[in-house]
């Protein structure tokens, strides 16, 4: 059964149990992940949020690369929550992880540097992509930044063809903005700044965008 609330990560619970094996083996994780960690130069002190952190890949990413930063996992999936928990646990690394829908994120305004997303905004309707863009600018410090990495524009012809699959398993309605190309307008139309794209990944099932932005 689907989730009324969100979209599970490989879109149904059963499959939660293979999300680490099937992003591992099909999407350029490790790249597009360490690139992503790179770009949000995050410092010493800093306090980043994973947005949607699922089985917290990236989490334990950002905090091995600054473990003087507090790192906090946000995801609205509690099953998976226990997977990031084990794996923030065998690494070795303190990590918070918080249940919590990113369209209403449970933290005080502008308590946060850096929030980072991956492989996310493609599960959220427009409208809560749009609730949830402007949560993150809430939580957000002035200047403080926001990485997301997502399912973007497809750079050709067999990119495009390779991700009906990803539209046929998460739903064309929510991720259409993302294949369309749509994120950095929808940043931008939820008042960041410098909203630029830095980098992309061509993988098994299409093109990955980075992006960066800035709340002002
Ligand atoms: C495809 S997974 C990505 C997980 C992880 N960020 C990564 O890069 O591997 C998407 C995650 O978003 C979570 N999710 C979906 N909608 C959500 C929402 N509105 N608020 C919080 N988490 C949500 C799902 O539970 C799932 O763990």
Redesign the pocket.
């Given at each position: 059964m689907k989730n009324e609330?969100?979209?599970?990560?490989?879109s149904y619970d059963l499959l939660t149990p293979f999300?680490d094996t099937a992003?591992r083996l099909t999407t350029r994780?490790k790249i597009f992940?360490k690139a992503l960690v790179e770009q949000a130069k995050i410092k010493a002190g800093h306090r980043v949020l994973?947005?949607?952190?699922?089985?917290g890949?990236?989490t334990v990413l950002i905090k091995n690369a600054q473990p003087q930063a507090e790192v906090i996992g946000?995801?609205?999936?509690a099953k998976?929550l226990e997977i990031a928990k084990t794996k923030a646990k065998e690494s070795g690394v303190e990590i918070g992880f918080d249940e919590?829908?990113?369209?209403d994120l449970p933290y005080e305004n502008e308590s946060f540097d850096r929030v980072v997303?991956?492989?996310?905004f493609h599960?959220?309707t427009r409208g809560?992509k749009l609730k949830?863009l402007r949560e993150v600018k809430r939580i957000l410090k002035p200047n403080g930044e926001f990485h997301v990495?997502d399912w973007g524009l497809p750079t050709n012809l067999l990119m495009k063809g390779s991700s009906y699959l990803i539209q046929l398993l998460d739903g064309s309605e929510t991720t259409a903005d993302s294949f369309n190309g749509l994120l950095p307008k929808l940043m931008t139309d939820a008042g960041f700044e410098a909203v630029e794209e830095t980098n992309l990944f061509n993988s098994l099932f299409g093109t990955i965008r980075l992006h960066q932005s800035r709340k002002p």
């Open positions: 609330k969100y979209i599970p990560a490989l999300y992003v994780e992940k994973d947005l949607a952190c699922g089985t890949t990236l946000i995801d609205g999936d998976i919590g829908m990113s369209f997303s991956s492989l996310f599960h959220l809560n949830t990495a």
